[in-house]
T-cell receptor, first 112, second 114 residues
Framework: DGGITQSPKYLFRKEGQNVTLSCEQNLNHDAMYWYRQDPGQGLRLIYYSQIVNDFQKGDIAEGYSVSREKKESFPLTVTSAQKNPTAFYLC???????????FGPGTRLTVT | SQQGEEDPQALSIQEGENATMNCSYKTSINNLQWYRQNSGRGLVHLIL?????REKHSGRLRVTLDTSKKSSSLLITASRAADTASYFC??????????????FGTGTRLTIIP
């Protein structure tokens, strides 16, 4: 099956700890994205990558970091500097920049 | 704000009826996309309409775009219980840095009553 996988589905962390969310795709897409969704809100772009070994900040990059060492993988690290990390995190990919995006199932992160 | 604004925020209709939701925006766009999100899940792309197009169809979906009024509508005909979801419009526009960006609205929550 082609698609995007995110793991884990639910993640719990203590405040002050860094946590890495996984995102893998086998669609052979060049572009990958990380979004954050808060209750009743739309999606806000955290980081995106148009090509391996390159990525750009989105609208709310502070407190987050990413890497793109392989075309298939785009992990997101939520650092302790992120003031309000509890949210639903969605990873997506697309064939061309910002066109039809394919989304993973999401990871719900709770930090207490 | 550069994001689209969906209207209404919530909509409940009887199964079999048509559902219409709207998206208005303020900036120039390259294209506009509609996505569906079932509760607690990822988004699913429904349709993309380019700025030089006025109407597109896909199955029971009909999307219109009026760039003069800066608005788009999504019509779902003959609704089914499985259409219950949140629907988001997403705008592709040119950012201040000259590259494209995609911004999502806050969504319309559609409930189909069996």
């Amino acid at each position: 099956d082609g698609g995007i996988t995110q793991s884990p589905k639910y993640l719990f962390r203590k405040e002050g700890q860094n946590v890495t969310l996984s995102c893998e795709q086998n669609l052979n897409h060049d572009a990958m994205y990380w979004y954050r969704q808060d209750p009743g809100q739309g999606l806000r772009l955290i980081y995106y990558s148009q090509i391996v070994n390159d990525f750009q900040k989105g609208d709310i990059a502070e407190g987050y970091s990413v890497s793109r060492e392989k075309k298939e993988s785009f992990p997101l690290t939520v650092t302790s500097a992120q003031k309000n990390p509890t949210a639903f995190y969605l990873c997506a990919s697309s064939q061309a920049d910002f066109y039809e995006q394919y989304f993973g199932p999401g990871t719900r992160l709770t930090v207490t | 704000s550069q994001q689209g604004e969906e209207d209404p925020q919530a909509l409940s209709i009887q199964e079999g009826e048509n559902a219409t939701m709207n998206c208005s925006y303020k900036t120039s766009i390259n294209n506009l996309q509609w996505y569906r999100q079932n509760s607690g899940r990822g988004l699913v792309h429904l349709i993309l309409i380019r700025s030089n197009e006025r109407e597109k169809h896909s199955g029971r979906l009909r999307v219109t775009l009026d760039t003069s009024k800066k608005s788009s509508s999504l019509l779902i005909t003959a609704s089914r219980a499985a259409d219950t979801a949140s629907y988001f419009c997403a705008l592709t526009l040119i950012s201040n840095f000259g590259n494209e960006k995609l911004t999502f609205g806050t969504g319309t929550r559609l409930t189909i009553i069996p």
